[in-house]
């Protein structure tokens, strides 16, 4: 006796020999051959650039350095603390007299005549601060001259040797 065969049999629609499933079988493979390719490309370009990139930075770094940059740009950090100081006097000057001509109800020549020692203070804070906005800005002069006259001669004599 022969076994009965109990499949449905289905007429599938093709188009060019596919079926709907082969159909999109070979559209979503081949995205992901295609965006395979596209990274694999971006990235060959990336390193190609990079490798340009590390070299010119190293290059930069030297003139940098050997131009006295770095030194003035520690000095110039301690300037801008500075000056963040006297900026915050100020506002605690300001607070003061908010609070003295609100609050306490004074008048405003009343209250500057209480902050006159905090003024006095505030000014020799910020006459401190005088010789060393002076240096830095003659050593940011001398340094930037210095990086220009290398830059326009050539690094060649900068090498890593010479470090």
Known sequence: ?????????????RFLGLT?????????????VVSVVVLGLITFFLFREGAGFLGQNYQNLLVYRRAGL????????EETTHTALNRYLSDLRMRQYAYLTGEQHRSPA????ALA???DFAGRFDDAGSPIRGLVS????????IKTKFIVQGTSGWSAASS
């Not at 770095?70 to 950090?77: T, Y």
């Not at 003659?138 to 001259?145: I, Q």
């Open 1 to 13: 006796m022969r076994a009965r065969s109990f499949e449905v049999k289905r007429r599938r629609l």
């Open 20 to 32: 709907v499933d082969d159909a999109i079988k070979f559209f979503f493979g081949g995205n992901a």
């Open 70 to 77: 770095e030194c003035v740009d520690l000095i110039r950090a």
């Open 110 to 113: 009343e209250a500057n005549a």
């Open 117 to 119: 020692a905090f003024d």
């Open 138 to 145: 003659d050593l940011t002069e001398l340094a930037t001259a």
